[in-house]
C-alpha cells in the first residue's frame, strides 16, 4: 500500500515516508511539518518500491523491518536505479546487524524513533544535502564494520598530525563529537555552549583540517585514532 502527491517547487527536500505503521508515519509527518514536502507514503515493500519510482524523492525515510523482505529489500531494488535518492533510516531497532546492513545497501545513515523532531528535521536537512547521520552510539558500529572490511592505513601520529596542531582544545573538543555523529545541539548541551558557537567551530575545523564534509571528518578521525 501507497499514497504518493506530487513534488512541490518549494525548495525544501521532497521525502518519502516508509513504516508498516499508520501512527508512526502520521507522527513523523507532524514532527517534520513544514521543513519537508512529504510526498508519498508507503507500508511495505512493494508499496515503497512503487512509489519512490513515482516521486523520485530528495529522501527516503525507510524504516529497517517491513512486510515483503524489510528496509534492505527496498534499497536492493532501487538503489541504483535511483541513484539521485538518499536514504536514511529510521527504525526502533539499535541492532549492529541491522544498522550495518542497511548502511551497507546504501543508507546515507540511520536513526532511531527515540530522535527529537528537532533532531529529526536536521538529519533529513543534512542527508539531502550529500551529509551522513548517525544516532551517537551508531556511529561505532559502522566504523567497526568499515574498519573490519577495509584494508587499514598506516594510521598518522596524532600528536605530529599537522592539521591536528592547527585545532584548539575546544575545537577539539567539538571535533571528536562531530566525528561520531552528535548534532550540533547535542554538542551544544554537552560542551555548555550555544548551536551557533558550535557552527563555528565546526566550520573552523573543517576548514583547519581541509575537510569537506561530516562524512570526511569521522574517516579522518578513524584514521587518526581520534574517536
Known sequence: MSTTVSPGA????????VDDHAMVRTGVRAELGGAVDVVGEAADVAGAVDGI????PDVVLLDVHLPGGGGRAVLDTLRAELPTVRWLALSVSDAAEDVIAVIRAGARGYVTKTISGPDL???????????VV??????????DAFAASTPSPEPADPATDPGLDLLSAREREVMQ??????TYREIGSRLFISVKTVESHASNVLRKLQLSNRNELTRWAATNRLL
Open 10 to 17: 518549494s525548495g525544501r527536500p521532497a521525502v518519502f515516508l
Open 53 to 56: 519510482r513515482r516521486t523520485v
Open 121 to 131: 528535521r536536521d538529519a533529513v536537512a543534512r542527508v539531502a544535502d550529500g551529509d
Open 134 to 143: 548517525f544516532s551517537p552510539r551508531l556511529a561505532g558500529f559502522v566504523l
Open 177 to 182: 563529537l562531530l566525528a561520531r555523529g552528535y
